[in-house]
């Protein structure tokens, strides 16, 4: 954008982030059937569909957004982020649309599928000289030497999503229900990252009334489910979550757990194993975390049959499957991590078949 006044150049900036996308087009509402989950509509709200092929999309724009609307991005701002995943193609994809620099602090081992994912969008990247846990400081030091700005997801992306004007994710969900013969679900299931997205639909069920409620699913290893469950704000792990994109080491400041109903905890092996079953059975190529969170629809399914009720259970999943052939769907990955997911399986094909689920109730 050529010199002109920087508040011309702000609201330029946030035209252009509004009108990315297929005119907003809400991403699809699949319909998942399951012959044990008779009398309960299975929907799952696709949201590798959107532009940069993840859920975070929706959070990178209404960050950009913030930081504009805040003078923190301007004509000239170098933007950095400290992660090589889909935060940092997004990221990519908004700064090229502003035409910014925009550098991404990438940990050891990210994969060269996802760095070629970021130049594509028109981002560069940098190897991080700290380990994983450190990135995120290494990177606010390089951005402040460089006098840029630091798109810090995990301290802003929750606020920046409260303060986004257009609709919502669950804005999208409760318009597409509509027309169902259920408008209104059991329950919304999602993974939790940097919690923006579980605090965003949780925000919108007490804003709106809905009697819908909100269960997040965990992996191994992430602090949420302690922290939930013992009500400790501050419960840490320190150890990495082997599910891309959900769960961590830490309370991340974006995990309202005030908002959240239930948190279900998943094994490692069982999001392997439902996210074959969806491949393999569904026809849904999604990735590890969506694994994690057809888990926990299995789980309520099985609390919704065991009560009597109906009833409807919508699912977020957030990325695609693209670039686990050597981690998640490699069996000698599996292994060297002493994950099998072979009784999982059992157990979910049992599920499918009779109903039967080992802790509904
Ligand atoms: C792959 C993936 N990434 C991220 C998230 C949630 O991210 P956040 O908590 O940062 O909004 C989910 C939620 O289900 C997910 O499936």
């Not at 006044?5 to 946030?14: G, K, L, N």
């Amino acid at each position: 954008m050529s010199a002109v006044h920087p508040h011309a150049w702000a609201a330029e900036a946030i035209r252009r982030i509004r009108a990315d996308g297929p005119g907003l087009a809400p991403t699809p509402l699949k319909a998942l059937t399951m012959p044990a989950a008779e009398g309960v509509d299975i929907r799952l709200k696709d949201e590798s569909a959107l532009p940069s092929g993840s859920m975070k999309y929706r959070l990178v724009r209404a960050m950009f957004c913030h930081a504009v609307t805040s003078g923190e991005i301007t004509a000239d701002t170098r933007v950095f982020a400290a992660t090589g995943g889909p935060v940092a193609v997004a990221a990519a994809r908004f700064a090229q649309l502003l035409e910014l620099p925009f550098t991404a602090v990438v940990p050891a081992k990210t994969p060269q599928e996802q760095l070629d994912r970021i130049v594509r969008e028109g981002g560069r990247w940098q190897p991080a000289e700290q380990p994983p846990a450190a990135v995120q400081e290494e990177t606010r030091a390089v951005a402040a030497r460089s006098g840029g700005y630091f798109l810090d997801h995990f301290a802003d992306a929750e606020r920046a999503a409260a303060a986004w004007d257009g609709p919502s994710v669950a804005d999208e969900i409760f318009a597409q229900l509509r027309s169902e013969r259920r408008p209104a679900p059991e329950w919304i299931v999602t993974g939790a990252g940097t919690g923006a997205t579980s605090a965003t639909i949780g925000r919108h069920l007490r804003r709106h009334g809905r009697p819908t409620r909100l269960a997040v699913v965990d992996p191994e290893n992430s602090a949420y489910f302690p922290a939930w469950a013992s009500g400790c704000a501050d419960y840490a792990t320190g150890m990495p979550s082997r599910i891309p994109g959900i769960g961590r080491p830490r309370v991340e400041p974006g995990f309202l757990p005030g908002v959240i109903d239930l948190v279900i905890p998943v094994p490692d092996a069982a999001s392997v194993a439902a996210m074959r079953w969806l491949h393999d059975v569904a026809g849904i190529e999604a990735g590890p975390a969506a694994g994690t969170t057809l888990w926990g629809v299995c789980h309520l399914v099985a609390r919704m049959r065991a009560a009597g009720s109906g009833g409807s259970v919508v699912a977020l999943i957030g990325d695609s499957a693209e670039g686990y052939r050597n981690t998640h769907l490699s069996a000698e990955w599996l292994r060297a991590r002493d994950l099998d997911p072979a009784p999982y399986e059992a157990e979910l094909d049992r599920f499918v078949r009779t109903g039967d689920w080992p802790t509904a109730g």
